[in-house]
């Protein structure tokens, strides 16, 4: 199906993956039914450029030459079917490929090659590496495939409890201040960090917000960007539950922190399991 003498290129996505030399589709480490050449052509052109519109009449030159006499729709639409088949995808909820009705068809799922870091697309529209922050954060490939809808209601949610978290914070802050100066540490300090990272925190979940909401595609690869500056930003305000300790109890106020402790990862874990968030289904 290759040329000959080329790199070796394997691309794994999901639980799946695929040896462009070979032709071979793995799930989970197991061979799947051979795909025909056609669907194979089109996979391997959406895994080279992930993210990316590929248009039909770009499949239409990959895939048949001009002098060849074929009933390029259904020659298509026939391979693209076999190819959502052999990867459990569908075109009413694609986890993998999504079409663009008359323009062509994207890869949507994170794609990495083998012994490489994982792809995305750049700022100039060309791939780029995208290495992850620590190997002991969650893979795609580890978690569960997950509905669009449930993960955009639970990221939402998210987004609303912290929002709501800095707005009550900010607005009953002469009561903030009281807590503060009985709990016997310096004050100041401690509202000062209360403003600034409040201030930043709002626009910062108003931003993920929106981003739900319009079903922007490119959510997860910023999300991941922002993850490290939104961390210690979360872990801080993980602490939020000590400031009431002497109304609900030391020991709800741990429950409570250990629990918002782990919310950064779990948001990050969602739209892992999505995919990407903003991905529409055509």
């Not at 323009?103 to 060309?126: D, K, N, W």
């Not at 290495?131 to 969650?138: A, E, K, T």
């Not at 948001?267 to 903003?278: A, D, I």
Request: charged share 20%; aromatic share 10%.
């Amino acid at each position: 199906m290759l040329e000959p003498g080329r790199e070796r290129r394997n691309f794994r996505f999901g639980v799946f993956e695929f040896d462009a030399e070979s032709g071979e589709l793995c799930r989970e480490g197991k061979a799947q039914p051979q795909l025909r050449d056609q669907a194979l052509q089109i996979l391997l052109m959406l895994l080279e450029r992930p993210r990316e519109v590929v248009t039909r009449e770009e499949l239409r030159n990959g895939l048949w030459p001009a002098d060849t006499f074929v009933d390029f729709d259904h020659g298509l639409n026939t391979a693209i079917n076999q190819l959502r088949s052999a990867l459990g995808d569908s075109a009413a909820n694609p986890r993998f490929i999504q079409t663009l009705p008359r323009r062509g068809y994207r890869f949507i799922a994170p794609v990495e090659r083998s012994g490489a870091s994982p792809l995305a697309m750049g700022t100039s529209g060309q791939l780029a590496s995208q290495p992850d922050h620590s190997s002991v954060l969650s893979d795609a490939r580890d978690l569960p495939a997950v509905s669009k809808k449930l993960v955009r209601t639970l990221f939402s949610l998210i987004q609303l409890m912290y929002l709501i978290f800095y707005t009550v914070s900010l607005m009953r802050f002469s009561q903030v201040e009281e807590i503060v100066a009985q709990s016997g540490y310096p004050a100041f300090p401690i509202l000062i960090v209360l403003i600034i990272t409040g201030a930043i925190g709002i626009p910062v979940r108003l931003y993920l917000l929106a981003a739900v909401s319009f079903n922007y595609l490119g959510l997860n690869a910023k999300f991941k960007k922002l993850f490290p500056f939104l961390l210690p930003l979360d872990e801080l305000w993980a602490l939020a539950p000590f400031l009431i300790v002497h109304q609900i109890g030391f020991g709800l106020s741990l429950a409570a922190t250990a629990a918002l402790l782990f919310l950064p990862f779990s948001q990050r874990s969602l739209l892992l399991m999505g995919f990407s968030v903003g991905q529409a289904s055509d």
